[in-house]
């Protein structure tokens, strides 16, 4: 599997592979500053939802690292500061906050040590963070794992693969491990307009690790589910509210629909970092709004739209719980009711 991103201790950097440049380039980044890191996650250099938080778990460590405070008082100031600054680079996927609450608790729970100290628990909780994420990851992959059978056809939109977490990714661990057992599945990938994360990402990483896969345009998803060839839907979410509502990357609820039209079982993998059941239901995730460029010239040669025409461009759309047949966590799958089901996962 392609590296995601990792703590260089001894450079004091996040190291991240630029996924703006991927299929073509594989580059590496080391990132040392709290900017360079806010512009990486705000420009997608890494993505996804248990990714973001892991590398804001980090840059949070970082500036921590750096910190010439001499006492609790100013030094938490500070982190706070820094956190609030990373959580305002991507404002929809609830790990991005997560992750540096778990930070800044870690601080409150340790007030009476002394700086040095502090600093390598910030450090030791980002990589318990990132290990978390790792092993979530793959018990999403066994759970999903029982919804599978051989010579499967799985849809799967945007990249909710290796690439967006710190292996495995979530609604991919499924098919890595389904191809580890031998069960010959095939996977169709979604493009992913406007910023083709299907295209560029998960095909990329799904045939690297030798599964079988198809890439797709996003309106042609219809189509392929007529044949007969599509036995289930996997994607993976960045936020999942108190009623099982869904934001996931924009097209998935259009997916989604097809899915509950085609009577094709369409599965959420989500780690339980992803679920906020502080929010009541998907009308109330703030999505996130992106540049126009995206749409109307970042892959073409020349614009390819009139000049000065509106653009709409959520980065996410919200699908709703009606449509989702079931949510797949670390500890569990979860079904309808989610008001209730989800409730009594996190208890």
Sequence with gaps: MLP?????????????????????????????????????????????????GDAAAIGLYLAGAKSKAKDFA????????????????????????????????????????????????????AKAICAEDIASCHKIGEY?????????????????????????????APMYLAHESGMNIHVYADETRPLLQGARLTATELKMAGLDVTLLCDNMAASLMQT????????????????????????????????????IPFYVCAPTSTLDLNTPCGKDINIEQRDPIEVTEMWYEKRM???????????????????VSAIITERGIVRAPYDKSLAALLR
């Design 144 to 172: 999903g794992l029982s919804l599978i059978k051989p010579n499967y056809g799985i849809l799967t939109h945007c990249n909710a693969g290796s690439l967006a977490t710190a292996k495995y990714g979530t609604a991919t």
């Design 74 to 125: 100013a030094f938490y100031e500070e982190m706070q500061k820094s956190a609030a600054y990373l959580n305002s680079s991507r404002p929809t996927a609830v790990n991005l906050s997560w992750a540096l609450k778990r930070m800044l608790s870690c601080l409150e729970k340790n007030k009476q040590q002394s700086i040095p100290a502090l600093k390598e628990l910030l450090c030791a909780e």
């Design 228 to 263: 007969g060839k599509i036995n289930a839907v996997f994607v993976g979410c960045d936020r999942v509210t108190k009623n099982g509502d869904v934001a996931n990357k924009i097209g998935t609820c259009g997916v989604a629909i097809l899915a509950h039209y085609y009577n």
């Design 305 to 323: 739209v009139p000049k000065d025409i509106d653009v709409y461009n959520p980065a996410f759309d919200v699908t709703e719980h009606n449509l």
């Design 4 to 52: 995601t991103l990792y703590l260089d201790e001894g450079k004091r950097a996040l190291v991240i592979l630029d996924q703006t440049k991927l299929p073509n380039q594989f580059v590496m980044l080391e990132l040392k500053t709290q900017e360079e890191i806010y512009e990486a996650i705000k420009a997608l250099k890494v993505r996804g939802a248990p990714a973001i």
